[in-house]
């Protein structure tokens, strides 16, 4: 796929991607901002996303995403990024009213939404997919700096399975730019809040083992997350420590986000696709990392999610 052909002629340029944004979100829409209006200086190219976490605030063009969804008039060409346009909240509107729709992303789950797609399930994150697709005369500091991120926060900086020899070229061709990459590393990657820490010790503390210890589960309900002051944004990164865990196969994290209601986060080993079990419930992702929502209490999700889990971890005896 050609982006620029892809765009030519256009006039206005809308970017979307998920609700609840992540890092390759993020990245990806950002970095494609940088690209376009680089690329096509007559060009409108404008962001719509959720309002996302406060430590992405260093990426160009952080400032400028629209996170109120005020746009009225339609747009030449509509960008669907790191997801399919149901999960574009706000920005759907937008995809559906656009004249030409195009859709990348990374998800096997995602089967393509647009007149025009680029899925590619084998690579890390879809800032790898832009960075294969972008012109590299157009490529600076700000824009490798908006890619990075998005290949670090999906590959767990290098060290998840979705990391290819490919994933970790690119990542060493990005840094060439001269960004300050170990900063960002620390500061959109590893480093908590005082409250972030507290709410993951908390969801450490009330974890629980089961199907033999193969799996373990936490959960977080909106009284707790009152109590600690923390929002949705603060529970990245919660499920991959219950993961870390020595013996687990699969873990579980789920927040409360309405009444019978919970947005649920898998990691797992190479005995368990998390991306089917998502899907019996409406949700993806990849096979090592996948999501989805929820009705029904705690026990109801837990025991709906174990049926799934378990019929995986039967077949590998």
Request: hydrophobic share 35%; aromatic share 10%.
């Amino acid at each position: 796929m050609n982006i620029l052909r892809e765009c030519e002629g256009a006039e206005r340029i809308g970017i979307g991607g998920h609700v609840r944004p992540d890092g390759d979100c993020v990245g990806a829409c950002l970095a494609l901002q940088q690209y376009l209006t680089k690329a096509l200086p007559r060009a409108e190219v404008k962001v719509f996303l959720e309002k996302p976490a406060d430590i992405f605030a260093g990426l160009k063009g952080f400032e400028g995403i629209d996170s109120g969804f005020g746009a009225r008039e339609p747009f030449d060409v509509f960008f669907a990024l790191d997801c399919d346009k149901g999960r574009l909240g706000g920005g759907e509107k937008y995809f559906d009213g656009a004249k030409k729709t195009v859709n990348i992303d990374h998800h096997i789950s995602n089967q393509g939404c647009a007149q025009v797609n680029y899925i590619e399930p084998e690579a890390s994150s879809t800032c790898e997919l832009l960075y294969d697709l972008m012109e590299k005369e157009y490529l600076d500091r700000d824009l490798a700096m908006a890619l990075y991120t998005g290949i670090i926060h999906d590959s767990g900086v290098f060290q998840y399975s979705n990391t290819s020899p490919k994933t970790m070229e690119a990542g060493a061709e990005l840094i060439r730019y001269g960004f300050d990459f170990p900063r960002l590393i620390e500061e959109t990657f590893f480093q908590r809040t005082y409250y972030q820490t507290q709410i993951l010790g908390r969801a450490l503390i009330e974890s629980m083992r089961f199907m033999d210890g193969r799996c373990i589960v936490s959960c977080v309900d909106q009284k707790m997350m009152e109590f600690y002051h923390v929002g949705s944004k603060d529970l990245d990164g919660i499920v991959n420590h219950l993961r870390n865990i020595k013996g687990i196969h699969c873990a579980v994290f789920m927040y409360q986000t309405g009444l019978l209601e919970y947005k649920v986060s898998m990691r797992s080993d190479e005995l368990v696709d998390v991306a089917k079990v998502a899907s019996y419930f409406g949700g993806g992702g990849h096979m090592r990392a996948a999501g989805c929502t929820m009705s029904g209490t705690f026990h109801d999700c837990v025991n709906n999610l174990s049926l799934h889990i378990e019929e995986q971890l039967r077949a590998e005896k």
